[in-house]
């Protein structure tokens, strides 16, 4: 009985982490050059579905790098902010994951990864 347990929770680990290869993965890049003290904003909403978007590697040093929601025109536009910090002058890098959402359910239909590389001079 005992080794019939551990089978039986072994096969529920290995069904539980078993990842969902149902969707699509794509990677992307954008450099962005910024004078001193500049700001770079940019639309986050790019298809139909619904979209979930998370900062998965954040800037090191940084005034301002963050996702917000803009619904005053009826749409929920979504918006990444990056600001650096007063008067920096190097280079920092964010990463933010993209999930798309199926049209009718909670399924990932696809995940986008774009790391924005920012060189501020």
Do not use: W
Request: aromatic content about 12%; glycine content about 4%; charged content about 20%.
């Amino acid at each position: 009985m005992k080794s019939i347990f551990i089978l039986l929770t072994i096969c529920f680990i290995t069904i539980s982490c078993t990842p969902d290869d149902n969707f699509e993965t794509l990677s992307g890049e954008v450099n962005v050059t910024l004078n001193i003290d500049e700001e770079f904003k940019t639309l986050l909403n790019g298809a139909a579905y619904h979209e979930i978007y998370e900062i998965t590697r954040q800037a090191n040093i940084y005034n301002t790098s963050e996702i917000t929601l803009d619904n005053s025109t009826g749409t929920d536009l979504y918006f990444y902010t990056f600001k650096p910090a007063m008067s920096y002058e190097g280079s920092q890098s964010v990463i933010i994951v993209t999930k798309e959402l199926s049209e009718n359910s909670s399924n990932v239909r696809r995940v986008l990864t774009t790391t924005y590389n920012f060189t501020i001079r």
